[in-house]
């Protein structure tokens, strides 16, 4: 009980500081998923309707399935070259890219928004099916003919409600916010387990009756009282910034409990740091070095779509990049197949690693600050 009320002092002592970064991260996170979630209600024809159309085939219908989509969309020119496609699609220059291969084979890209894809494609479907109809009967200009036909057609339309807008804002919001759990959890056990290191502290320690790796078991339980402290202002602050219904929806509930999951990982990972920096300089360049790249490698800044193969392959070494899969689960739908459980068990390994690794590295070091 001594080694938790002189936790608590401490920790009280420095709240002012750590209030500060938690205003400063959440406001980050909040800016992130405004960003990454800016769509708004309504018909997709008239609110998202510039797209791409890359056409490597010389047949006649090819041509003619460009032209009628330049009568349909804003259709604009763009490279043929993933990275182009990928940049078009994130800076949101286009919000659908259409390539017509060699052999007439196609192939689309998006953002994310399938009401797009669901649109664009709904067109060419219609403008194949129609031009394929007319040349199974061998009517003359078929391609020509195809366009007068659909000229008259009722135009499709895909409509996205206010209630699956805030459910997808619900998973940028979550995503980004596994940066501010990592960021301040980092922080926030540095600054007490350092305390329980300095020299006069340990000398202390070790002229009384309790054990210092006793002591030091201690603390680490006390700072889960600063992890769940955590959890419970972004707790609260989702509830200000979303619908309570909502939140506290299956949907929503299942986003509650992959963020619980996620503050296993990442405390285990806090421990294993706090070991390491000898300082507070050391412990914040630490939590600046680790943090900001596994966040853009992980898809919280930027989706992992839009980032090069090799660079998921290194993204499987971050507990966000799991944590990650798991929203990505929820907001498909799919949350609670075998896949669910398998980034749950990787992220309990990660904190089984990190605490194995912290331990061993408490043992070897003793630090003066």
Same mark, same amino acid.
């Given at each position: 009980? !001594?080694?938790?009320?002189?936790?608590?002092?401490?920790?009280?002592?420095?709240? %002012?500081?750590?209030?500060?970064?938690?205003?400063?991260?959440?406001?980050?996170?909040?800016?992130?998923?405004?960003?990454?979630?800016?769509?708004?209600? @309504?018909?997709?024809?008239? /609110?998202?309707?510039?797209?791409?159309?890359?056409?490597?085939?010389? #047949?006649?219908?090819?041509?003619?399935?460009?032209? &009628?989509?330049?009568?349909?969309?804003?259709?604009?020119?763009?490279?043929?070259?993933?990275?182009?496609?990928?940049?078009?699609?994130?800076?949101?220059?286009?919000?659908?890219?259409?390539?017509? /291969?060699?052999?007439?084979?196609?192939?689309? &890209?998006?953002?994310?928004?399938?009401?797009?894809?669901?649109?664009?494609? @709904?067109?060419?479907?219609?403008?194949?099916? $129609? /031009?394929?109809?007319?040349?199974?009967?061998? *009517? +003359?200009?078929?391609?020509?003919? $195809?366009?007068?036909?659909? +000229?008259?057609?009722?135009?499709?339309?895909?409509?996205?409600?206010?209630? $699956?807008?805030?459910?997808?804002?619900?998973?940028?919001?979550? /995503?980004?916010?596994?940066?501010?759990?990592?960021? %301040?959890?980092?922080?926030?056990?540095?600054?007490?387990?350092?305390?329980?290191?300095?020299?006069? %502290?340990? #000398?202390? *320690? @070790?002229?009384?009756?309790?054990?210092?790796?006793?002591?030091?078991?201690?603390?680490?339980?006390?700072?889960? *009282?600063?992890?769940?402290?955590?959890?419970?202002?972004?707790?609260?602050? $989702? %509830?200000?910034?979303?619908?309570?219904?909502?939140?506290?929806?299956?949907?929503?509930?299942?986003?509650?409990?992959?963020?619980?999951?996620?503050?296993?990982?990442?405390?285990?990972? =806090?421990?294993?740091? =706090? !070991?390491?920096?000898?300082?507070?300089?050391?412990?914040?360049?630490?939590?600046?070095?680790?943090?900001?790249?596994?966040?853009?490698?992980? @898809?919280?800044?930027?989706?992992?779509?839009?980032?090069?193969?090799?660079?998921?392959?290194?993204?499987?070494?971050?507990?966000?990049?799991?944590?990650?899969?798991?929203?990505?689960?929820?907001?498909?739908?799919?949350?609670?197949?075998?896949?669910?459980?398998?980034?749950?068990?990787?992220?309990?390994?990660?904190?089984?690693?990190?605490?194995?690794?912290?331990?061993?590295?408490?043992?070897?070091?003793?630090?003066?600050?």
């Amino acid at each position: 009980m !001594t080694v938790f009320k002189s936790y608590l002092k401490i920790m009280r002592k420095n709240s %002012v500081g750590i209030m500060i970064y938690m205003v400063i991260f959440i406001s980050i996170s909040v800016m992130v998923s405004v960003s990454l979630s800016n769509s708004k209600p @309504g018909n997709y024809v008239k /609110n998202q309707k510039t797209i791409a159309v890359i056409n490597m085939s010389n #047949d006649k219908t090819s041509k003619e399935l460009e032209k &009628y989509l330049n009568k349909n969309f804003d259709v604009k020119k763009i490279r043929n070259d993933e990275k182009t496609i990928k940049e078009n699609l994130f800076t949101q220059y286009v919000s659908y890219v259409l390539k017509i /291969n060699k052999d007439n084979s196609m192939e689309y &890209y998006i953002n994310k928004d399938i009401g797009v894809a669901f649109i664009v494609n @709904g067109k060419v479907e219609e403008y194949l099916k $129609t /031009n394929k109809l007319l040349n199974k009967y061998n *009517i +003359e200009n078929a391609d020509s003919k $195809t366009q007068n036909i659909l +000229e008259d057609n009722v135009e499709i339309s895909y409509i996205k409600d206010q209630n $699956t807008l805030k459910s997808e804002s619900l998973y940028y919001y979550y /995503n980004s916010q596994s940066f501010v759990v990592m960021s %301040v959890i980092m922080i926030g056990v540095f600054i007490g387990y350092s305390k329980y290191k300095q020299r006069n %502290v340990k #000398d202390r *320690i @070790g002229s009384s009756a309790m054990a210092s790796k006793k002591v030091e078991t201690k603390v680490l339980l006390s700072s889960l *009282i600063f992890v769940a402290f955590v959890w419970l202002v972004l707790l609260f602050t $989702t %509830v200000v910034l979303f619908d309570r219904q909502l939140l506290f929806s299956s949907i929503g509930l299942e986003y509650i409990l992959s963020s619980i999951i996620y503050l296993v990982p990442t405390y285990g990972l =806090a421990y294993l740091i =706090a !070991t390491i920096s000898k300082d507070t300089n050391v412990n914040t360049a630490l939590v600046n070095f680790i943090v900001l790249p596994l966040s853009f490698i992980s @898809g919280v800044f930027v989706p992992l779509e839009f980032l090069p193969k090799s660079i998921e392959k290194i993204a499987i070494i971050s507990p966000m990049y799991w944590n990650n899969k798991l929203y990505r689960l929820i907001m498909d739908g799919s949350f609670g197949n075998s896949d669910t459980y398998i980034y749950i068990g990787i992220q309990i390994l990660f904190f089984i690693t990190f605490v194995l690794l912290g331990y061993m590295s408490s043992k070897r070091k003793t630090r003066t600050l």
